[in-house]
């Protein structure tokens, strides 16, 4: 039988429950203490008596300060952690333990599509992007159709996207946060999953134009069909115009073959969604031995969410390639910070019920336990908000930290998606390939049919973090090649699309 609690770090003074089912009053632990009372399934016990003004330790760092004295096997309440001060960002120590180059990883590969820009795809998508909410249902109106009535036509395109968003009017265009959500929209239209081209539907009117969207590169606009609704004569004939042009760039994408690409075609978004206190011991440090394995691959991978990075960033700026790396992680907390600071909030709002619930006691522990997904290797690069990620090897590419705000950023970056859950989401991208790791098995076993990975087994001592992360790079090349289907490809999930818009709306 697995023992009822585990430990991270030899140094933790908290446990957490491992069963299912939780741990009864009166049961023994083994470790010479009784538990005192019932404690449920990934809430934490003492593992020895403390006292009121104690830290509590995880991953052998302080988590808070206990406000009352707590005996051996008592539950270790959310409510009795104070949240300690953030670390400052003045004194950060900056590329001091850089951690030595891997050993390279030779070999392994997938099956994608080449892009004349050099990316990369893992499917073969014609994407309608827009300029603007007004346009949308319109041009979800003709996605519709063109999937029914031209597609079939069409047997090596995999599907037809309307690439929908809230952005593009109303909002200050000059202010300097509106560059944010207007490079993440030109560079998810330019995605490798279509080929590096889109159609593009405008409105006319919009403050988003297709020549402000892709002002960076306009030249890359001269090769962009557009189809602006207020030039056409009605709605039938409207649709009309954007099927007769879906037609013909589907007929383009259907030339389209799978080739052997290595392995380092890769550029693969990390993110947690409804963490729980397994998160930072099951799911997450299996991704980090799989975002290892890709580093060695020569693959890009890139983490994100400030506010789940803020509290744990002393332990990431000794692992940046350089000083400069180190300056621009901290760059990007403090943009965060003041961001926050803006809005009358701080790092507290970021727990969940549901974080709570699954055991998860404040920032502190849940960003601890975060960024277990970055592995072990050196920090080569930092992009920030709406900054493309371009640079191979571990990156942080700064995005809230918000599911599908992280989603959409981390979407104009990446062509495969992999999702850690503990409490659970049925999450997906229409895009790109989503991979969802359960933290616990008992998640894995209710959702048969949405979790692609179980981590839970590495709770239970049925596998190590290695043989999960070796599984989870191994399914990562099934599913880039096209040879495995995700849950959420399977069903179709695919959330909407939310740019992060740090600026004003007008
Ligand atoms: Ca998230």
Redesign the pocket.
Known sequence: MAAPFIRVNEADNVGIIVSAEGVSPGVASASGFRFREAIPQSHKVATRSLSAGQPVIRYGQNIGRLNRDVEAGAWVREEFIDLPAAPSLDEMPLATAVPPIPLPLDGFTFDGYRNADGSVGTKNILGLATTVQCVAPTVEYAARRIKVEVLPQFPNVDDVVAITHGYGCGVAMNAPGAKVPVQTLKDISLHANLGARPLLVSLGCEKLQPQRMFASDLRVLEDIPVIRLQDEHGFADTVAAIMRAAEKRLSELNRRTRETCPASALSVGL???GSDAFSGVTANPAVGFAADLLVRAGATVFFS?VT?VRDAVHLLTPRAVNQDVGRSLLREMHWFDEYLARGGADRSANPTPGNKRGGLANIVEKALGSIAKAGSTAIQAVASQGEKVNSKGLVFAATP???FI?GTQQLASMNLHVFTTGEGSPYGLSLVPVIKVSSRSALAEKWHDLIDIDAGRIATGAATIEELGWEIFRFMLDVASGRKETWADYWGLGNALVPFNPGPVT
């Open positions: 993110q947690c969604g969410e789940e930290a918000s599911d992280c």
